[in-house]
């Protein structure tokens, strides 16, 4: 009955996919089968981990946080986990014998979030960065090169110039709520609540800069990967391109979206551009 449980727990880390990001969930089926699952492992143990730092404010978070990551290391030494999450996520680290020290340097970066308001450096902004995404990315990308070290070397620093890009965006797009709730600002050396016209130019064609370096490995990916991770770059390029027209001061008022139509061209677009090979 091992073979259920296991089934069991893949189901909730697809799930926590699901329920938390219906944009990502459709990005991963479009990977091949064979992998789909391990991604969704992944999502869900990243996620879980964001939502200790970032929604669950009436609780001790470090005390959560110290358990979940003391609980991870239990179970990929036992090999088992009764954390469903757990139990799925160190199935795809030893499938895939993924460097714990991207782990580590994930968690680190949780435990920033813990504490640390602001980046006031380029080299703090980096570092939470690494480790809140570049990591993540490596991570997946462990996943779809399916064991290929030499392509995987190849492919790792635009894996991470993509996990960059994708979280730029999502600090740009949630400036709003990073500031009214979290008390947060990432961006180093700008005043987010007086963001002026010139530093969102700045960080726009930054997060462009880590688009097109991304943009090279994407093209080198293996078949089982490349539409679903085109895909989520085409959704987050055309979110980026909406924050760029849109006022600063607007951003500090209202998220940026994605309409369900535009998806749905996206999707469209990036399946006929991978398919007669056009990107």
């Known amino acids: 009955m091992m073979s259920l449980y296991n089934e069991l727990t ?17 990005a991963v089926n479009l990977l091949s089968p064979s992998i789909q699952q391990d991604i969704h492992n992944i999502y869900g143990f990243v996620r879980f981990a964001d939502e200790i730092v970032d929604t669950f404010h ?10 979940f990551e003391k609980d991870f290391y239990e179970s990929l030494k036992n090999g088992i986990s009764l954390n469903p999450i757990l139990n799925s996520f160190q199935k795809t680290i030893r499938k895939y014998d993924i460097d714990t020290s991207l782990v580590d340097a994930f968690m680190r970066s949780m435990k ?6 602001q980046y006031s450096s380029k080299e703090e902004y980096e570092q939470y960065i690494f480790g809140s995404a570049d990591v993540v990315g490596l991570m997946c990308l462990k996943v779809f090169v399916e064991g290929n070290n030499n392509l995987y070397e190849s492919l790792k620093g635009s894996a991470m110039r993509l996990g960059s890009a994708f979280q730029k965006v999502n600090f740009l797009r949630d400036i709003k709520n990073d500031l009214d709730v979290l008390n947060r600002s990432y961006f180093p050396q700008v005043d987010l609540k007086n963001l002026d016209k010139k530093s969102k130019e700045e960080i726009i064609k930054e997060i462009q800069e880590d688009f097109r370096a991304a943009k090279a490995g994407i093209i080198q990916l293996p078949s089982v990967a490349k539409l679903g991770v085109y895909t989520a ?5 055309e979110l980026l391109v909406k924050l760029k027209k849109t006022e600063p001061s607007k951003l500090l008022e209202t998220r940026v979206r994605v ?3 535009m998806k749905t061209y996206l999707f469209c677009k990036s399946y006929l551009k991978v398919k007669f090979n056009l990107i």
Not at 10 to 26: D, G, I, M, N, P
Not at 58 to 67: F, I, M, T
Not at 112 to 117: E, I, R
Not at 233 to 237: A, H, I, L, M, N
């Open 10 to 26: 893949q189901a909730c880390s697809k799930e926590v996919t699901l329920r938390y990001s219906t944009s990502f969930f459709r």
């Open 58 to 67: 009436e609780y001790n978070q470090e005390k959560l946080l110290s358990q």
């Open 112 to 117: 920033m979030d813990l504490h640390k308001t």
């Open 233 to 237: 770059y085409s959704y987050y390029f």
């Open 259 to 261: 309409n369900n139509f």
